[in-house]
T-cell receptor, first 114, second 113 residues
Framework: GAVVSQHPSRVICKSGTSVKIECRSL??????MFWYRQFPKQSLMLMAT?????????EQGVEKDKFLINHASLTLSTLTVTSAHPEDSSFYIC??????????FGSGTRLTVV | AQSVTQLDSQVPVFEEAPVELRCNYS??????LFWYVQYPNQGLQLLLK??????LVESINGFEAEFNKSQTSFHLRKPSVHISDTAEYFC???????????FGKGTKLTVNP
């Protein structure tokens, strides 16, 4: 139980275009979703916390206009990287908080901007 | 706010040797503690967690961790490692499921034959 499905797993886009990453909770309702970014050989850095039906809370230094997060339903949260540039290339992972106190993670999206 | 320190960035060991990956945390509130494993180009897999109750928690593949409140530690141990245990291990802390999970920098465990 408590599975989060993240798509796509890999995406290559041209510089200047936008990319949308989806995370769906398959068998539970995700009230809170977290979006992380991971650079090669580094740890996960929290980008933002989103609660269903309200605006996301961004961590310091994360551009909210560049990384658009939508959490319109209890089963879907999306991250859109707008006007992507090569420096946005990274591994993006979503996570949902569980009522039990734990977390479940998506399988990640490898974004490459060329 | 919570923070996590993983003291060792890399830990090389030989197969069948014991291993300990160290994790210390700081928090002003009660915490939940986690260990995650990440294989190359994959997402995170939960290894084990401490939410409450027994301070010694175990995983199905032989890892264990002990929550030590006085030392603010949650070290991960395995008495005998396998080649397949080679991966990146992340310690993480949160104040609860609706609160953000804060990760340590990770420890790369390399098991050599």
């Amino acid at each position: 139980g408590a599975v989060v499905s993240q798509h796509p797993s890999r995406v290559i886009c041209k510089s200047g275009t936008s990319v949308k990453i989806e995370c769906r909770s398959l068998d539970f309702q995700a009230t809170t979703m977290f979006w992380y970014r991971q650079f090669p050989k580094q740890s996960l850095m929290l980008m933002a916390t989103s609660n269903e039906g309200s605006k996301a809370t961004y961590e310091q230094g994360v551009e909210k206009d560049k990384f658009l997060i939508n959490h319109a339903s209890l089963t879907l949260s999306t991250l859109t990287v707008t006007s992507a540039h090569p420096e946005d290339s990274s591994f993006y992972i979503c996570s949902a908080g569980l009522q039990s106190g734990g977390y479940t993670f998506g399988s990640g999206t490898r974004l490459t901007v060329v | 706010a919570q923070s996590v320190t993983q003291l060792d960035s890399q830990v090389p060991v030989f197969e069948e040797a014991p291993v300990e990956l160290r994790c210390n945390y700081s928090s002003s509130v009660s915490v939940y503690l986690f260990w995650y494993v990440q294989y190359p180009n994959q997402g995170l897999q939960l290894l084990l967690k401490y939410l409450s109750g027994s301070t010694l928690v175990e995983s199905i593949n032989g890892f264990e961790a002990e929550f030590n409140k006085s030392q603010t530690s949650f070290h991960l141990r395995k008495p005998s490692v396998h080649i397949s245990d080679t991966a990146e291990y992340f310690c993480a802390v949160s104040a609860g499921g609706s609160e953000k999970l804060v990760f340590g920098k990770g420890t790369k465990l390399t098991v050599n034959p």
